[in-house]
C-alpha cells in the first residue's frame, strides 16, 4: 500500500483541515459532566452539518459512502486539531448497522449519527465484566415484550444516554453465552434507573443502571433471540480497534506539549528526560507502523475481528507511557499544572480495564489470533 495521500486525498485532507480552521470550538472543553457532555454532543452535531460524520458508512444510513482511507484521515486530523471526542461511540451505531432490521436501521442511525439520540453500552454487571457471558440480567417474554430485570454497571455516559444496547439473559442459567440476547433500551422506559458513578479523576462519566420490570416491545431485540454473543463480539472487536491515525495524531500532540515543558523547565538536554521522551516516541512508531498495518486491512476489505485485541494493547501501552512520562516531566506541579495531566493521567490507567482488561486482550490474542490452546 503506498501511504502518501492521492491526489483526491490531499484535496480532501485540505478541505477538512480548512474546515476544521473555522469550525473547531474555540471555548476549551468543560473539566466535568454534565457540561463536557453538552459540549461534545454540540460538537458532534457540529460535524454531522458539515459532513463529516460516519464518512465510510452507506450514504442511506447516514453515511457519506466513503472509504475507511477518508474515515481515517478525518480521524488523523480531527487528532492533529486538538478537536473534541466524539459524543456518540460509533461501534454502537456499527451494532445497529451490522445486526439490525431494515426498519431499526432506518429508526435508529440517523439520530445516532446526528447525536439527537446518545446510546450506552449496557454490557458490564457486579458480577460479569471479564466473564460476560456469565451475566445475570433476565428478559423473560411476555406477549410481544419483554420484561427485563437486573443490574448494569460502568456503563459510559450512561446518566445522560437516551438509548442503551442490554445484553440480557433469555436462555438458562448455564446456558452462558448461548443465551444471551442484545436488546435496544429506551433509557426513559418505566423501571429504568440511573445512579452516577464517581471516577478516580472526579468525573461522572458512568452510571449505574437497574432494571425493574421494564417492558419493551420484542421488535426492540436487535440480532436474534439467543444470538447476543455475535452481536457482542462485533461490537466489541469495533471498540478495540482503537489504533487508527486519531489516536496517534492525538498523543503525537501530547508529546510535543510535554517536551515544550521539559524545555522550558531546563530539561531538554537531562539524559533521563530525553530517554524518557525516546522511549514515548519508539511506541509512536510502533503504533504509526501498526495503525498503518490496520489500515491496509481495512482499505482491501478486510472484515474486523479478534485482531483488533492487539490495536488495544498497543494503544493502552502508549497512552500510559505517554501520561506516565508527562508526570515525570511535571514532577508534583502536574496536581496543579493547567492542561489537565493529572486527570489524564488517571484517565489513562483505565485503557487498561474498559473494551476488556489487557489480560483479557491477550487471552483473545492467544486464543483466537494466534491460534495457541488456552
Ligand atoms: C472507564 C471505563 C468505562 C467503561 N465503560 C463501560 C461501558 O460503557 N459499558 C460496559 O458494559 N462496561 C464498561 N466498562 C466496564 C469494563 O468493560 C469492565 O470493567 C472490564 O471488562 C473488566 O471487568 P471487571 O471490572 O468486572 O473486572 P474483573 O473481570 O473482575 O477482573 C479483575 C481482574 O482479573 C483479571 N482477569 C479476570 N478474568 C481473567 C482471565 N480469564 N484471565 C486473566 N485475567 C483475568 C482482569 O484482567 C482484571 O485485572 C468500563 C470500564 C471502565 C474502566
Given at each position: 500500500m503506498d501511504l502518501r495521500d492521492t491526489p483526491e486525498e490531499a484535496e480532501f485532507r485540505?478541505?477538512?483541515?480548512?474546515?476544521?480552521?473555522?469550525n473547531?470550538?474555540?471555548?476549551?472543553?468543560?473539566?466535568?459532566?454534565?457540561?463536557?457532555?453538552?459540549?461534545?454532543?454540540?460538537?458532534?452535531?457540529?460535524?454531522?452539518?458539515?459532513?463529516?460524520?460516519a464518512l465510510s458508512w452507506p450514504r442511506e444510513y447516514g453515511g457519506q459512502?466513503?472509504?475507511?482511507?477518508?474515515?481515517?484521515?478525518?480521524?488523523?486530523?480531527?487528532?492533529?486539531?486538538?478537536?473534541?471526542?466524539?459524543?456518540?461511540?460509533t461501534f454502537l451505531g456499527r451494532s445497529v448497522l451490522t445486526h439490525g432490521t431494515e426498519e431499526q436501521k432506518a429508526r435508529y442511525l440517523p439520530?445516532?449519527?446526528?447525536?439527537?439520540?446518545?446510546?450506552?453500552?449496557?454490557?458490564?454487571?457486579?458480577?460479569?465484566?471479564?466473564?460476560?457471558?456469565?451475566?445475570?440480567?433476565?428478559?423473560?417474554?411476555?406477549?410481544?415484550?419483554?420484561?427485563?430485570?437486573?443490574q448494569k454497571l460502568w456503563t459510559s455516559r450512561g446518566s445522560f444516554a437516551q438509548f442503551c444496547l442490554v445484553l440480557a439473559r433469555t436462555g438458562t442459567k448455564e446456558s452462558r453465552h448461548r443465551g444471551i440476547t442484545a436488546f435496544i433500551v429506551p433509557t426513559d422506559t418505566a423501571g429504568l434507573s440511573r445512579r452516577p458513578l464517581i471516577m478516580a479523576n472526579g468525573?461522572?462519566?458512568?452510571?449505574?443502571?437497574?432494571?425493574?420490570?421494564v417492558r419493551i416491545p420484542a421488535e426492540n431485540m436487535l440480532g436474534e433471540l439467543n444470538g447476543g454473543w455475535k452481536v457482542t463480539q462485533a461490537t466489541l472487536a469495533y471498540e478495540r480497534g482503537a489504533a487508527d491515525l486519531g489516536y496517534l495524531a492525538k498523543y503525537e500532540r501530547m508529546l510535543a506539549q510535554i517536551s515544550g515543558?521539559?524545555?522550558?523547565?531546563g530539561l531538554g538536554e537531562d539524559p533521563g528526560t530525553t530517554e524518557a521522551i525516546g522511549r514515548v516516541l519508539t511506541y509512536l512508531e510502533v503504533l504509526r507502523l501498526h495503525s498503518m498495518r490496520r489500515l491496509s486491512d481495512r482499505a482491501s476489505g478486510r472484515p474486523v475481528g479478534a485482531e483488533t485485541s492487539i490495536d488495544k494493547l498497543v494503544m493502552t501501552q502508549t497512552e500510559q507511557l505517554l501520561l506516565h512520562t508527562a508526570l515525570d516531566v511535571l514532577?508534583?506541579?502536574a496536581m496543579l499544572a493547567t492542561?489537565?495531566?493529572?486527570?489524564?493521567y488517571l484517565y489513562s490507567r483505565a485503557a487498561s480495564i474498559y473494551g476488556g482488561t489487557s489480560q483479557i486482550q491477550r487471552n483473545i490474542i492467544s486464543g483466537r489470533v494466534l491460534g495457541l490452546a488456552e
Open positions: 485540505a478541505r477538512l483541515r480548512a474546515w476544521l480552521a473555522e473547531i470550538p474555540s471555548e476549551p472543553e468543560p473539566e466535568t459532566m454534565p457540561a463536557r457532555f453538552h459540549y461534545i454532543v454540540a460538537w458532534q452535531k457540529k460535524l454531522y452539518s458539515g459532513g463529516w460524520v459512502g466513503l472509504g475507511p482511507v477518508e474515515e481515517s484521515i478525518l480521524n488523523q486530523e480531527l487528532g492533529r486539531a486538538g478537536a473534541p471526542a466524539a459524543a456518540s461511540f439520530g445516532f449519527l446526528s447525536a439527537e439520540e446518545i446510546w450506552c453500552q449496557g454490557f458490564s454487571e457486579p458480577e460479569a465484566g471479564s466473564d460476560l457471558a456469565s451475566l445475570r440480567t433476565t428478559a423473560v417474554p411476555d406477549g410481544d415484550e419483554y420484561v427485563i430485570n437486573g468525573d461522572e462519566e458512568f452510571a449505574e443502571v437497574f432494571f425493574d420490570n515543558i521539559a524545555d522550558k523547565r514532577g508534583p506541579e492542561g489537565g495531566w493529572f486527570k489524564k
